[in-house]
């Protein structure tokens, strides 16, 4: 009789390759969900690293956070974290609304992609003098300006960045000005200290639903974000000059 065939390999074979992993799978993985808190929005990179650089290096909170974003429609959201817990996310929120700054707690879904906006370790950190003064101590630059309640009255105002260089300030004013010329027809620029750093501000507005309709037109305008401010009696605003 003529010899019986070779066995056969192909039920080994089978058996030793390895099951395949859906391409989903992969980025779930790769991308838990985690919490954060959204600081802005904004369309480019550049834009999205001034402002945290802004927020980091005038806010001890800061200290040891990264920054990131996510795309969000045509934007992209500006994160901070990720936070460990809810509990954490809240505290940096509640920090940030002490020294006048709006964020949220965001939470992203299991395979969101959430991109570095700095390389690892390479994100601004606060300045000593907002370092000194989270702990209560006298930053090393600061002046008392004599001021009155008559001369600097209770305001409203929008507030749209910060930044310690008044040359910068006036540039950023400018800048968002040219974005959105309509939302700043017949506005003014003027700024206000903040521990190391002063905030950039756009009025003065009758009332902070005035502030806020303003800052939704920049927005619609041109993507421009901030937040209403209310400066308090005999609190020194100072009008931004050479805008």
Known sequence: PPPPPPPSTAAAE???????????????????????????????????RF??????????????????????????????????????ANAFVGAM???????????????????????????PQPTANARAASSGAEPADSEAVPSSEADHPARYWAQVGIGQERAALRFTYRQFSRAAPQAFEGKSGFYASWNATNRLLVGPFDSNRAAQAFLNAARAEGDIDGFPYRSSAGQQVSPLSGQ
């Open 51 to 88: 402002t945290y650089r802004q927020y980091a290096r005038a806010n001890a909170v800061f200290a040891g956070r990264e920054g990131w974003y996510a795309p969000y429609g045509r934007t992209n959201r500006l994160l901070v974290g990720p936070f460990e817990s809810t509990a954490e």
């Open 97 to 123: 609304r002490e020294a006048g700054i709006e964020t949220l707690r965001w939470r992203s879904p299991e395979g969101e992609e959430i991109v570095r906006l700095y390389s690892e370790g390479g994100s």
């Open 14 to 48: 089978v058996a030793s390759e390895p099951e395949s992993t859906e391409p989903g799978e992969t980025q779930r993985a790769a991308q838990p969900a985690r919490t954060w808190v959204q600081l802005a929005t904004g369309p480019t990179q550049d834009g999205l």
